[in-house]
Every structure is written in structure tokens, then in C-alpha cells.
């Protein structure tokens, strides 16, 4: 019943403002939600959405309709939580942040909070590669071949990605003995 | 899926809602953007080159490497060259991607990489990623082959680095940061646009639920609204999408009233278009249109947004000509207000008679746009001029022009809405014309001027002020009856089932019918309005929902009549508080209709086509149009040409 979105999003890049519109619109609401799982806390989520739509007119000038606009979308957003990351945070901030997000959030319920606090504290741990795999796959609900698409990588490499992070949180678990 | 993923898939779904500021901030700063670029365009906008694919490797790196000089460069190749590095290649399980090296044979492949990650990455550690090299899924390549060979499928290059066989793919285009990201925050605040909508109505079953209650809608600002999307190239927001107004946009003649009563109602029962096992009872409203020449005067208060964001073609200029056009209609005892509102609210023009033409238009032209928008002092502004104009028998009317922002003083509806609700019960009423899109805020607007017992229209061309404010001057400001409510009791006997079509905003409660307390909305002079059922007969293979089997199942108790279902009608006269009731019996009397009927059914079928098309099941586009065309009749104005030119367009965007 809608103009697709990859039809707006060329309109757009020809210059058409009011489809530009009408598509950030349309997903700015996912786009933040990504961007929350990218960058684990609300402030730095939303400091990350804004970098993301003050670049998007620029970066939506290249739009070539050869992939899906949400994947195009998706790639942005994660290279753009890549440059962040690079400039501004590092490693152990990242951890931290996940950390303070969830014990801030969920305080409510003890045992939840536990939970997540020490999953957030997992995800923190996870290579950049495995976590763009994890929030895409388990975040996005989306399948390997997207999430393929989107990191520029094979379904298969998705696939053993996500082998590896049940690995990696099995190793977690048992260094710090949680549960 | 294991637990642990289990949990961590529950983690990442919860993720909180965007904060709606800052959505809005940051998408009208990401528009403003949009606009700078657009000023810049030859400059600003990158090639296909900058953002390499395949072709990458053949053109930019080549180009690199011939003219690659750097010290460091060059220390790198030698080293390189000399450790007789081994290459890794990751193949990874399935896929055919991958970059193909050789083993180190030309010194020039290998600086090729370092080179091209110092390019991309200042600090390597965060940009790489770093695939755990996994057994068995890592081959020694000790083949010779030409040269690199990108057999990438994406739009990144692997790369072999180090002789620590770290196997490196580098993103070329993490270029982000050379955009201009912390652009500061633009002045103006669009919102979005937001729509008033409620789910579409629902099918309901006579047996459980009889009577239908709503409140009459003049109102016309969806059609205008769908016809801006549509002559843009979009297919509206659905959302956007307001059946009755729609059909409510078309003048009708509907057999006129005669004797005491304002408006006589007419129904008619037809084949539904969309389905020949149903019918659809159409019940169409005239208004009386009183004798223009014995109409009391008017007192019209405009009032003008005039904020930054008014100042587009399609806003302030077009508000002014569309002003111009209507003074020409007005009285010479009429009386004209304006007051601006941006920032602070002002009166740009004291109450002054329509005859004093220039003094009038001199004061529109002065009107200009700049400033942030206080809605509500220049709204109480208004009603004070509008108060000081009125006299005994004499109509006082707020005319709200505005892009729909109110963003400083009450934002809230229901802060507006209870303030208007008082000033209208104190005689001045208010009509909302809104101009330009991008930031309309219709919600808001419907609330205003169904409060103040008003019209929203929504102008987007020259032509359309002309219907709204010119054609339709005396029923835009001159009401002839208030609180016009609506209830059909349909008979269970007769239909199963029946859904009202459109008027999702203006469903009433049953009881509220016989509440003169409960608000509703008003017609004007000369005003049609046209409500559509589409109704199952009882035994029709249309039926949608069946019968309980351990419900009672007496239907002996109703009297099979050729009733199907009974029509109430409750107005007050302007100024009084009591209602008066009209009643008429719907009789099953299948008809062909004439053009009014058919075409309001027409447009029926288009709203639905583009909002829900649950129930048209495969009627579409073509025969909506052929309908449409079928029942153009006079159509003095065009504006039924308009409507069948807007389908065709709709069928074309939705590639049907």
C-alpha cells in the first residue's frame, strides 16, 4: 500500500527532499533501535543516531538501488558505530557502558538485572565482528543471508559467527562461574 | 537455540523507545542537510568512485600504487618482500567470497594492502576485523596467479597483511567521519507530519451490536492532503487517509430541504461496487443554503502563522492570494481582523470593513515570515478582536492559516482544544486552513476546528482556496446547524452485518446521542455530508461471521419486515442547546443510485484502495476508475475529473 522503499530512496538521492523525508520517517524508529543495540547505551545511541542523520543526506546521494535500502541502511549505521567507536571510545569504555545501561535500566528486578548485567558484560567481551553478527541475527531478527549481505560476508560466515558466540559465552560462563 | 542466546536475544530486543525530540531533531537536522545538499549538489555530491565496489581495485589502487612514494610505503614493501611471507586466505564455509592473493610474489600486491589500510584505518585495531582463524577453515594458497583478483562479491577487500598471519579485511568505505557529522542544529523544528486516524472500522454483526453512532465530519483537509502525496508521485501514508473526507471533498446535489428542518437527509440503497452480495446504504445530508443576500454580516479574524517555517511558495505567498481571492467575495459591511502570530503574537490589521479593500490587502502583503511559533497567544489574541467585532446576530469567526505548528505556548491538543471549546461557546467559532507540507500537524489541526465548531481544510493550490474559501464561503463561516449526530439502528432481522465506511475519528458512544452535552460536528450553509454502510443482508453468501451454535437462535422473534434498519438524526439549531430529532426508516429498496450516489461510492472504494482493501476483495484500481467515470454528471468545477486523473496516478504508484 506504500511506495517501496528503495523507489524513495532513489527519488531521494536525486535530490527529492520530501521522499528523503517520508523514508527517515519511515525508519528512523528501527534505526534507533539498531543504533541502541550498536552502541549499548541510550546516550551514546542517540549521539550515534544523529551522527548517522547528519551524514545520511550525504551518504543517501550514493544510493544505487543495487541492495535493499534497509540492508544499505543497516551497513551504514554499523560502519558508522564502527568510525564512532574508533573515535571516540575504546574498548573497556564500550564494556562499561553496557554495563551502566543495563544496571541503570533493569534495577527492578534482581534477579533479571543479574541476568543482563552479566550478558551486557558478554556482549562487551565479543570481537566487533561477532557483535555486529549477534545484534543483527538475535537483535534485528534477521537471517543469515541478510545479515550476510548487510556485513558483506557469506551465510556460512554467519553461521560459524554465531557458533562462536555461543562459544564465547559458554567460555565466559564458566570463567566467572555465572550462574 | 541455547539458553545462553536465548537470553541474549531477549537483551538485545529490549531496547528503549526513541525519545520523540530528539527524533524530531534529529530528522530535521538530517533534512536540513538534505537541503544544504541539494544548494551544493555538483560539489558535494561523491561520485560512484568514492564509494569503491569491484572496480576499486582495478582503478584507485592502481593509481595509488604508481604514485605510492612514501618512506614508509616503501620500507614496508622491501620488508615485506624479504620475509617471503606466506599469505593467508580465509575461505569461509560456502561462500565463493574472497580475495584471492598469491603467494608473496610481487612486492607491490602486498604493499598494496598496507597501503590501502593506512588509507582507511589511523588506529588498526578497532577498523580490522580480526576472524579468529578457525581450523580447517584456513588454507595455505601456495598458487601463483597474475595478479589480485577481487572475485568480492561485497563491498570490501580482503586483504593479507603481517607475517603474525592475521588475516585482514578492510573496509574501504569507512570513510564516515569525512561527512559532515556534528553539523549543528538547524532553527527550525519540523515535527513530521502527524495524522489523526483510527484503525479502520470494523465489521460488526447486527445481532450483537445494532446501532451505530458517530458525529457528522464537513471536514476536507484528507483528499487535499492524499492529492498533494499522489500528484507528487507518493502513495499517501494510509494514515493519512480519512475516507468520508474524502468523499465529503465533492459538492453533491442532494434533493434540498424544504419546510422548517436545516438540511434534509436522503438514503439510498445500492449494490455494493465491490461486492454483489452486499448493498451499501448511502445516507446523504443538505444543508439548507439560506438566501445569501439576507445573511447577517461577518466578522473574520485571520489568523496568521507566520513562523520560519511558513516561508515557502506553497505557505505565506499562497495564503495571501488565497486571502485575496475571498476578500473579493465579502460584504462591504463584512469586517476583517488579522493578527500575526511568530514569536510574538500582533495585530497586523484592526477590524476594518471589507470595503476598505486596499487598506486590507496593503496589510497582507506586509504579513512575513521569521520566528518561532506561539499558537496560543496569537490564538488568544484572535478571540479577543473576534469578541470586540461581535455584535447581536452577527457571526464572529477565527480563521486559523497555519503549517500546523504549534510548538511554543500549548503544544498539547487538549490544552488547545478545552480553550477553544470555551471561546466557542461564547459565539466565535474557528475554521483551520492548512497550508504546505512536511510538518503538518493534522492531528493537531482536526482538533482545533472540530472544537470550534469549525472546518479543517487543507489548501494546497490556488485552486483549492478557491473551492474552500470562495465557492464554499457562506458554509465555511456560516454554520446552520450544530452538534449534527448520526445513529442508524440497523434491523437484525434484515442485515447480519454492516460497517460503517470511514468516520473511524468520529465514532460516537450510543448514549452520547441523546446527550446534548456531547460535542459533535456542524454543518453549514449549503453543506452536504455523506455517510456510507456497506450492509450483508441476512442470508447472503456474503456473511462473514457465523451464527453461534449455542447462541438463541430465535429469529421468529423479529418481524420479518422490509425494514432494514432505522435512521436518527439529531441537530441543535445555531445558538440553541436543545437538540431536535429527524427520523427516517431505511427501506430495502435496491436502486441503481444516481451519479451522486455512485460516485461517492466510487470514492468510497478509492479511499479504501488506499488505506485497507480488506473488503474489496478483487476489485481495484480499474474498476474504481471506470465507477468514478461512469458518474462524473455536471461536475461544474472539475474537480470529479480530478479524482479519476488522482486514481489513475494511485494505480500506476501502486503498480497494480
Known sequence: METDDETLALAAANGDGEAFGLLLRRHYDRLFGLCCRLAGNTTEAEDLT??????LPAKLANFRGDAKFTTWLYRVAINASHDR????????????????????????NEEAAQQS???????????????????????????????GEILSVSEGTIAWRMSEVKKHLRAYHQKEGYP | MSDDLKALKALLQDTPAPDAEKKHENIALAEKNFADLQGSRDGARPTSETKPKRGWLNTGVRALLNSLTTRGA????????????????????????????????????VSTAIATEEMAAESEPTLQYLEAPKEGQLEILEQVQPAPRASVAADRMMATGGANGQIRPVHPIANFEDHNISRPMPEFDADGETYANEAPNPLKVTREEPVSTFSIDVDTASYSIIRSSLTNGYLPDPEAVRIEEMINYFPYNYPAPAGDVPFQQTVTMI????????????????????????????NLVFLVDTS????????????????????????????????????????????????????????????????????????EQAYAIA???????????????????????????????????????????????????????????????????????????????????????????????????????????????????????????????????????????????????????????????????????SAAEFVPSDEMGFLKLRFKRPGETTSELLETPINRNEVNGNDDVRFSAAIAGFGQLLRDDTYLSDWGWDEAIALANGAKGQDEFGYRAEAVTLMRLAKSLQGK
Open chain 1, 50 to 55: 544523529q551522527d548517522i542523520c547528519a551524514a
Open chain 1, 85 to 108: 567507536r574508533r573515535r571516540r571510545a575504546t574498548h573497556a569504555r564500550a564494556a562499561n557502558n553496557w554495563g551502566d545501561w543495563e544496571l541503570n535500566r533493569v534495577a527492578e
Open chain 1, 117 to 147: 548485567d552479566w550478558l551486557a558484560t558478554a556482549i562487551s567481551t565479543l570481537p566487533v565482528e561477532l557483535r555486529d553478527t549477534v545484534i543483527l541475527i538475535l537483535g534485528e531478527e534477521l537471517t543469515q543471508a541478510q545479515a
Open chain 2, 74 to 109: 616503501l620500507a614496508a614493501t622491501t620488508s615485506v618482500a624479504t620475509l617471503g611471507l606466506v599469505v593467508f586466505v580465509l575461505l569461509p564455509q560456502g561462500g565463493s567470497e574472497g580475495f584471492l592473493p598469491k603467494k608473496a610474489k610481487a612486492p607491490e600486491d
Open chain 2, 271 to 298: 449494490e455494493t461496487p465491490w461486492n454483489p452480495d452486499t448493498s451499501l446504504v448511502h445516507i446523504g445530508i443538505q444543508g439548507e443554503m439560506p438566501v445569501i443576500d439576507n445573511r447577517p454580516p461577518l
Open chain 2, 308 to 379: 520560519g517555517s511558513m516561508n515557502q511558495p506553497d505557505k505565506l505567498p499562497l495564503l495571501k492570494q488565497s486571502f485575496r481571492l475571498m476578500l473579493g467575495q465579502l460584504r462591504p459591511e463584512d469586517q476583517v481582523a488579522i493578527v500575526a502570530y511568530a514569536g510574538s503574537a500582533g495585530e497586523v490589521l484592526a477590524p476594518t470593513a471589507a470595503s476598505e479593500s486596499s487598506k486590507i490587502l496593503a496589510a497582507l502583503d506586509q504579513l512575513e515570515s521569521g520566528g518561532g511559533t506561539a499558537g496560543e497567544a496569537g490564538l
Open chain 2, 387 to 553: 469578541e470586540t467585532m461581535q455584535k447581536d446576530g452577527e457571526v464572529s469567526r477565527v480563521l486559523l492559516a497555519t503549517d500546523g505548528d504549534f510548538n511554543v505556548g500549548i503544544s498539547d491538543p487538549d490544552a488547545l482544544e478545552s480553550f477553544i471549546k470555551t471561546k466557542r461557546d461564547s459565539g466565535t467559532y474557528l475554521s483551520v486552513l492548512g497550508f504546505g507540507r512536511g510538518n503538518l500537524n493534522d492531528a493537531t489541526m482536526q482538533a482545533l476546528a472540530q472544537h470550534g465548531n469549525g472546518q479543517a481544510a487543507y489548501i494546497d493550490t490556488l485552486a483549492e482556496a478557491q473551492k474552500s474559501l470562495v465557492d464554499q464561503l457562506t458554509g465555511a463561516l456560516y454554520p446552520i446547524a450544530n452538534d449534527v449526530k448520526i445513529q442508524v439502528e440497523f434491523n437484525p432481522a434484515t442485515v447480519a452485518e454492516y460497517r460503517l465506511i470511514g468516520y473511524e475519528t468520529r465514532i460516537l458512544n450510543r448514549e452520547d446521542f441523546n446527550n446534548d452535552k456531547v460535542d459533535a460536528g456542524d454543518i453549514g450553509a449549503g453543506h452536504s455530508v455523506t455517510a456510507i454502510y456497506e450492509i450483508t443482508p441476512v442470508g447472503s453468501p456474503a456473511v462473514k461471521v457465523e451464527t453461534l451454535r449455542y447462541s438463541d437462535e
